[in-house]
């Protein structure tokens, strides 16, 4: 089945700097990478996702690209803000398996 | 319409004890999903039912752990002879489609075993 990794399971940024969080997979088959943000006691909410069809896709400050040769997709935060302090969550999966990374911890320091 | 609900939102027993944890997914949605996540970590899946088909049990932690889903809608997840390890929030989630399709999750009944 497959196996999602993600890192850093931590990160502390400066407010107006960018975050970077990466995570790989292991399926081939895997066509379906979604990005999750769970803030403090809150429900985990879909923030982006992309397909294997493409390999970046952008929404405001958030943007997500997709290396499918090397099994590994990356979440960007541009001009990150207070707000943007959560846990947020890698997944990969297709039609038969979907699998949820452990988690980056991002604190954005005002 | 409405998102996924979950019920209760709290629930504080005694160890030993059976609890029933209730999830109703949003309409339509066929893929159904349990997580288990405790403190300041990560989701631990549990179980998926997909319409019809035979639930995927491979995340279930222990035979005190079960979940049925009825008409293909509701579904319930009961730990029976509670732990204190057992305390954790559960959270369900719903999805048009297994792995190609958004997860809409519920709030989560958080679970607190004395």
């Known amino acids: 089945g497959e196996n999602v990794e993600q890192h850093p399971s931590t990160l502390s940024v400066q407010e107006g700097d960018s975050a970077v969080i990466k995570c790989t997979y292991s399926?081939?088959?895997?066509?379906?990478f979604p990005w999750y943000k769970q803030e403090l006691g809150k429900r985990p909410q879909l923030i982006i996702d992309?397909?294997?069809?493409?390999g970046e896709k952008k929404d405001q400050r958030i943007a997500v690209t997709l290396n499918k040769t090397a099994k590994h997709f990356s979440l960007h935060i541009t001009e990150t803000q207070p707000e943007d302090s959560a846990v947020y969550f890698c997944a990969g999966g297709n039609n038969n398996d979907m699998r949820f990374g452990a988690g980056t911890r991002l604190t954005v320091k005002p | 319409g409405a998102g996924v609900s979950q019920s209760p939102s709290n629930k504080v027993t005694e160890k030993g004890k059976d609890v029933e944890l209730r999830c109703d997914p949003i309409s339509g949605h066929t893929a159904l999903y349990w997580y288990r996540q405790s403190l300041g970590q990560g989701l631990e899946f549990l179980i998926y039912?997909?319409?019809?088909?035979?639930?995927?049990k491979s995340g279930l932690p222990s035979d005190r752990f079960s979940a049925e889903r009825t008409g293909g809608s509701v579904s319930t997840l009961t730990i029976q002879r509670t732990q204190q390890e057992d305390s954790a929030v559960y959270l369900c989630?719903?999805?048009?489609?297994?792995?190609?399709?958004?997860?809409?999750f519920g709030d989560g009944t958080r679970l607190s075993i004395l």
């Open positions: 989630a719903s999805s048009r489609d297994r792995g190609a399709e958004p997860q809409h």
């Open positions: 399926d081939s088959a895997s066509n379906y």
């Open positions: 992309i397909r294997s069809n493409v």
């Open positions: 039912f997909q319409g019809n088909s035979a639930p995927d």
